[in-house]
């Protein structure tokens, strides 16, 4: 693994190497020493959770970084283009993380810099280190990847955290529940591909009936920065909103994740509830992420 920038580049061997990596990592049975290296983390569209657990794990494993949060006090203001800007960075740091409005960008910048390149989400596209981190909280709370039942809701158009979480489960024989409004069903080149793959899938515009079939709802905000028209907005922000009510007859054991941010599709009544685990999924992005930059900067260490 030289980049990250598609869960479509990732087969199932490569992905269950990352995890128990990162599980090693969390467990303390491996300590990887990225003393002296610098990751630049290059954030041209908003962040919480990806920047800063991606600084944390950075200086978790005593490694550096160099940070920028919007482009306005960089010279792409000036009319530097993105090439140039990278190979700038590129002279400065040994791994970019990069997250951009516009798809594409990270395959842009690994093909434009000699250094490891992450996709920290790019436009609608993909976001592949939150898959991982999914597919992690799954496994921690299922026991398991292989066979479950698994709904995403709410925004597959725009949400490129679903695109990259169906690719990354679509190794790992699920039967899929896609549950959005009409405009915002999933892409359908993704759907080819299930096809083709002979996943199961049903796509709905209700969560009615299928609520105690579900291993895992996966939630999503809907995207209001990639509509054209606001007012497109406004008819389907609140196309869904889970409660402890829509949540009654599901298994124990079914667990509600969101990539978060949320705006308010999962009622925060459904915190207090056995099923939420959102913002343990947001902690899991640690060690993941120590687990992808270690592994990318070749430094995976032993005890
Ligand atoms: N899940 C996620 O990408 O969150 P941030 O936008 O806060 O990084």
């Known amino acids: 693994m030289n980049n990250l920038i598609s869960m479509r580049d990732l087969k199932r061997a490569e992905i269950e190497s990352i995890l128990d990596f990162a599980a090693r990592i969390e467990q303390g049975d491996v300590r990887p020493d990225l003393t002296g290296k610098l990751a630049a983390l290059l954030f041209a569209e908003p962040s919480t959770r990806t920047h800063f657990s991606f600084d944390t794990a950075m200086k978790r494993m005593g490694g550096q970084t160099l940070s920028?949060?919007?482009?306005?006090?960089?010279?792409?203001?000036?009319?530097?283009?993105?090439?140039?800007?990278?190979k700038t960075i590129s002279m400065y740091a040994d791994l970019i993380v990069l997250r951009s409005a516009v798809e594409g960008s990270a395959r842009f910048a690994s093909e434009v810099v000699d250094i490891p390149v992450i996709n920290a989400g790019d436009g609608a596209n993909q976001h592949p280190t939150q898959a991982l981190l999914d597919l992690y909280s799954i496994i921690k709370t299922q026991g398991r990847l292989d066979g479950?039942?698994?709904?995403?809701?709410?925004?597959?158009?725009?949400?490129?955290?679903?695109h990259s979480l169906v690719q990354a489960l679509s190794e790992f024989s699920p039967r899929f529940f896609f549950i959005s409004p009409q405009h915002l069903a999933l892409p359908s080149y993704l759907l080819e591909d299930l096809r083709e793959a002979g996943v199961p899938y049903q796509e709905l515009?209700?969560?009615?009936?299928?609520?105690?079939?579900?291993?895992?709802?996966?939630?999503?905000?809907?995207?209001?920065?990639?509509?054209?028209?606001?007012?497109?907005?406004?008819?389907?922000?609140n196309s869904y909103v889970i409660t402890p009510a829509v949540l009654e007859g599901a298994q124990p054991t079914?667990?509600?994740?969101?990539?978060?941010?949320?705006?308010?599709e999962v009622s925060t009544a459904v915190d207090r509830t056995t099923h939420a685990y959102y913002f343990q999924q947001a902690a899991n992005g640690v060690p993941v992420r120590q687990a992808i930059l270690a592994k990318l900067l070749g430094t995976e260490g032993t005890k």
């Open 148 to 162: 479950l039942s698994i709904a995403l809701v709410g925004d597959l158009k725009f949400g490129r955290t679903a």
């Open 254 to 264: 079914l667990r509600v994740l969101h990539p978060l941010p949320r705006v308010n």
């Open 205 to 237: 515009t209700s969560l009615d009936g299928i609520v105690p079939d579900l291993d895992i709802m996966y939630v999503t905000r809907v995207q209001r920065e990639r509509f054209v028209d606001p007012e497109e907005y406004e008819r389907v922000k």
């Open 68 to 86: 920028m949060s919007g482009t306005s006090s960089t010279s792409l203001q000036k009319g530097e283009s993105l090439a140039d800007t990278l």
